[in-house]
C-alpha cells in the first residue's frame, strides 16, 4: 500500500479498525475487538485472503483491547505503518465542521462536548489517546458524525426552546450518521449516472441506530436525530421521538431523576421494549403480537419521516436511499417502510427487493418515478478518504499543524 490509513472506530465496548489506501481503495487488513469489559471478548482480525485470525479472551479495558489489535497485525499481517490514523467521533458540535488534525486544543474540545454524546465521545477519546500512544509519530484526524449536517438551515436546527437555552447553551439540533450519509449519497448519484448537486435525496441509515435525513444537492436540509442520537426514528435500544413530557411525569409518578429517563429510553427503549429485543433479525424471525406491533410502530416511524421529507425537498425526490445493517439487508423493511406511498412515485418491486446481494442496486420498479436504492455503507472508507483530503489540505508536510 502506498498510502495506508488506519481507521479506527472506538466504540463503548468495541474497537472496529481497518488498514487501507484510500487511493485504491484496498484493504490491506480489518479487525473487530469485541465485548471490551465483560467476562468474554473477542478478537477477529482479517488480514488478505487467509483464514481470520481469532482470539477469544477477556479485554478488561481498551488499552488491552488496542494491545490485541497491534498483537494481531504482528502475528498475522500485515506490519500497520500507516502514513495517518483517521478517527471516528460522534459529535463536533459546531465547532467541527470538517474533519480536523488532533492536537490538544481538539482533545480538550472533544471532552468538553462529551454531555451532549456521553455515551460515545468519552470512549472515541480513548481510541484517540491510545492511538496516539501506539502512534506518536504518525498525523490523527477525526472526523465527526455531525459534520455533514453542517449545512442544515436554522429553521431546521433550532429548537422552540428558551433563548437562553439556545444562546447559552447550545441547544439545537446537530444530527449524525454523517459520515455515512456522506458516503452514501456520493454512491447514489454515481448509481444513477446523476451529478449529486441536481439530486434530492431521503437517505434511511436503519441499524442499531436509525435516523433518516433529507439531502439536496449533496447538502444536509434535515434529519431526524437532535442534539443527541436519540431523537427520532425507532431504533435497537433508543424510543427515537417521545413526548418531551415523559421525563416530568415519570419524576412525579415514579421519582426517575433526568439521567434514569434518558438511560431507559437510550438503552431500554425501542425494539427492545417493544419485543424484548433490540436485534431486528430475532423480532422478524418471531410471529407473535408483540414482535409484530414491534414491527408496525419501527416501519410507521420510517414512513412518516419519508412523508415529511418529501414535502420539505419540494415534493420532488430522485431516490430513497437504504443503508445500514437493517437498511442494506432487510427486505420487509423496506417493503413495510414505503407501503402506501404509491401516490409519490414511491414502491419497491417485490422480486427485486427480495434478491439476495451485497452490491449498490435498485429495488423499485422499472422507470419508477422515485428511484428505491440499497446502497451498502463504507463509513471506513468515508473516513481514510477524508483523513487523507485533511493531509492534503496541511501547509505541513508531515500533515501535523
Known amino acids: 500500500m502506498a498510502d495506508p490509513i488506519l481507521v479506527l472506530n472506538t466504540g463503548s465496548s468495541s474497537i472496529k ?80 465542521t470538517e474533519a480536523v488534525l488532533i492536537d490538544d486544543a481538539v482533545i480538550a474540545a472533544i471532552e468538553e462536548l462529551s454531555p ?12 484517540i489517546r491510545l492511538a496516539l500512544k501506539a502512534f506518536p509519530e504518525v498525523p490523527q484526524v477525526a472526523v465527526f458524525d455531525t459534520a455533514f449536517h453542517r449545512t442544515l438551515p436554522p429553521e431546521a436546527y433550532t429548537y422552540a426552546v428558551p433563548r437562553e437555552w439556545r444562546e447559552r447553551l447550545g441547544v439545537r439540533r446537530f444530527g449524525f450518521h454523517g459520515t455515512s450519509c456522506a458516503y452514501v449519497s456520493r454512491r447514489a448519484a454515481a448509481l444513477l449516472g446523476r451529478d449529486l448537486a441536481e439530486l434530492n435525496l431521503i437517505v434511511l441509515h436503519l441499524g ?40 416530568g411525569y415519570l419524576a412525579r409518578t415514579e421519582g426517575l431523576d433526568a439521567q434514569q429517563v434518558e438511560h431507559a429510553l437510550s438503552h431500554g427503549g425501542g425494539l427492545l421494549a417493544l419485543a424484548g429485543s433490540g436485534d431486528m433479525r430475532e423480532v422478524r424471525a418471531r410471529d407473535d403480537d408483540e414482535a409484530g406491533l414491534a414491527l408496525e410502530v419501527y416501519t410507521r416511524r420510517i414512513r412518516k419521516y419519508v412523508g415529511a421529507y418529501y414535502a420539505l425537498l419540494g415534493c420532488r425526490v430522485d431516490a430513497i436511499v437504504f443503508t445500514g ?37 435498485a429495488v423499485s420498479l422499472p422507470g419508477a418515478e422515485v428511484a428505491v436504492l440499497v446502497i451498502p455503507t463504507d463509513e471506513e472508507w468515508e473516513i481514510a478518504h477524508q483523513t487523507l483530503a485533511r493531509l492534503a489540505d496541511s501547509p505541513s508536510p508531515t500533515g501535523r499543524p
Do not use: C, K, Q
Open 208 to 247: 442499531n441506530g436509525a435516523s433518516a435525513t433529507a439531502i439536496s444537492g449533496g447538502h444536509s436540509v434535515d434529519t431526524s436525530m437532535g442534539m443527541t442520537p436519540l431523537e427520532g426514528l425507532v431504533m435497537g435500544t433508543r424510543s427515537g421521538d417521545v413526548d418531551p413530557a415523559l421525563a
Open 116 to 127: 451532549l454524546a456521553p455515551l460515545h465521545n468519552p470512549v472515541n477519546l480513548t481510541g
Open 325 to 361: 445493517g437493517v437498511g442494506e439487508h432487510d427486505a420487509a423493511t423496506r417493503a413495510a417502510s414505503l407501503a402506501g406511498l404509491d401516490r409519490l412515485g414511491i414502491a419497491v418491486d417485490p422480486a427485486l427487493n427480495v434478491a439476495a446481494s451485497r452490491e449498490e442496486r
Open 17 to 96: 479498525y481497518e488498514l487501507l489506501d484510500p487511493h485504491t481503495r484496498t484493504r490491506s487488513a480489518r479487525g473487530l475487538v469485541e465485548r471490551i469489559g465483560e467476562a468474554r471478548g473477542r478478537l477477529t482480525h482479517h488480514a488478505g485472503d487467509g483464514p481470520p485470525y481469532v482470539r477469544d479472551r477477556p479485554f478488561p479495558g481498551h488499552a488491552d483491547g488496542l494491545e490485541a489489535m497491534m498483537e494481531a497485525f504482528a502475528a498475522a499481517g500485515p506490519e500497520p505503518s500507516p502514513v495517518a490514523v483517521g478517527h471516528r467521533v460522534v459529535h463536533g458540535g459546531t465547532r467541527f
